[in-house]
């Protein structure tokens, strides 16, 4: 009997001795899966901030983008102002070539007589 139950024992040791090594292999990819997602952890750390730092240059180019879209009418309102200006020079100037056709032929009236 005690040989039987020494081989019993045995057998329960080889049995707890192989639950180990499985268990130290379990608890080893473990550690690998705990050291990847430390990996993966830093990855999105990084990705966060550079997500931040686009986000950042975004509001700055979409803020440039409004200066440059205000200035552009300024610069348009500017130039139909402008535009209108030299219409009536325009006017002037042929209104006055009219009103100096004019004089001359006057003096050249008077210049007859």
Sequence with gaps: ???EILE???HINNKIDTLDTRF???ESRFDTLESRFDNLEIRFDTLDIKVDENSRI???LEHLAEVNKAEQDNFSNNM???TGDIKGLRRDVTTME???SKNWNDIAILKAI
Aim: charged share 30%; glycine share 0%.
């Design 1 to 3: 009997m005690d040989k």
């Design 8 to 10: 019993l024992l045995k």
């Design 24 to 26: 130290d292999t379990l």
């Design 58 to 60: 975004l509001r700055a």
């Design 80 to 82: 139909a102002y402008l």
């Design 98 to 100: 009219v009103i100096t």
